[in-house]
T-cell receptor
Framework: AQTVTQSQPEMSVQEAETVTLSCTYD???????LFWYKQPPSRQMILVIR??????QNATENRFSVNFQKAAKSFSLKISDSQLGDAAMYFC????????????FGSGTQLTVLP | DGGITQSPKYLFRKEGQNVTLSCEQN?????MYWYRQDPGQGLRLIYY???????QKGDIAEGYSVSREKKESFPLTVTSAQKNPTAFYLC??????????????FGDGTRLSIL
């Protein structure tokens, strides 16, 4: 079974600075997808960014980018020019390409943005 | 607008009572999912369904039941056998098949508490 580990329960960043959230995963599969979701205080789950394992190029979405290291099974999220609205719980998630069964989530990182 | 609607937003259960959480989607997605979220933890899969009239247990199905009589609806019943039902429940839907890089779309959640 796949597992996803987020080793930083809490992180903080100064407004306009850059922060990196860590995520590692364990799988024996070679084809899969990785996601970062954001959960603000409203509790709604919002997709931030996705990465296909077969792509070597790291995904980027505006101020959000990932550092995908397939051999190391690492998938970190970098937030540049942090804004107050970025404050939220961030979840890393894994999805097998062989099954639409589910997402496997990490335990989350609570990000605080300091003004 | 397309999306997922969960109701009610807050729900209270008495001891020995079954309660049903509603989830409706108009995204024309084949797959639907129910997750449970406890404080400080990620999401755990309760049940999922990839097609009408078919569903599978997730990681924590004991004490829960579901039905999938219509493509757009996937209600979750929390039975009296679930001894610790207090949690935040999230419903999600997604495309299945080869497009498994497509993210799951989430509803706004239902918070269930014991009276």
């Amino acid at each position: 079974a796949q597992t996803v580990t987020q080793s930083q329960p809490e992180m903080s960043v100064q407004e306009a600075e850059t922060v990196t959230l860590s995520c590692t995963y364990d799988t024996s599969e070679s084809d899969y997808y990785l996601f970062w979701y954001k959960q603000p205080p409203s509790r709604q789950m919002i997709l931030v960014i996705r990465q296909e394992a077969y792509k070597q190029q790291n995904a980027t979405e505006n101020r959000f980018s990932v550092n995908f290291q397939k051999a190391a099974k690492s998938f970190s999220l970098k937030i540049s020019d942090s804004q107050l609205g970025d404050a939220a719980m961030y979840f890393c998630a894994y999805r097998s390409a062989l099954s639409a069964r589910q997402l496997t989530f990490g335990s989350g990182t609570q990000l605080t943005v300091l003004p | 607008d397309g999306g997922i609607t969960q109701s009610p937003k807050y729900l209270f259960r008495k001891e020995g009572q079954n309660v049903t959480l509603s989830c409706e989607q108009n995204l024309n997605h084949d797959a639907m999912y129910w997750y449970r979220q406890d404080p400080g933890q990620g999401l755990r899969l309760i049940y999922y369904s990839q097609i009408v009239n078919d569903f599978q247990k997730g990681d924590i199905a004991e004490g829960y039941s579901v039905s999938r009589e219509k493509k757009e609806s996937f209600p979750l019943t929390v039975t009296s056998a679930q001894k610790n039902p207090t949690a935040f429940y999230l419903c999600a839907s997604s495309i299945v098949g080869t497009a498994s890089n497509q993210p799951q779309h989430f509803g706004d959640g239902t918070r269930l508490s014991i009276l």
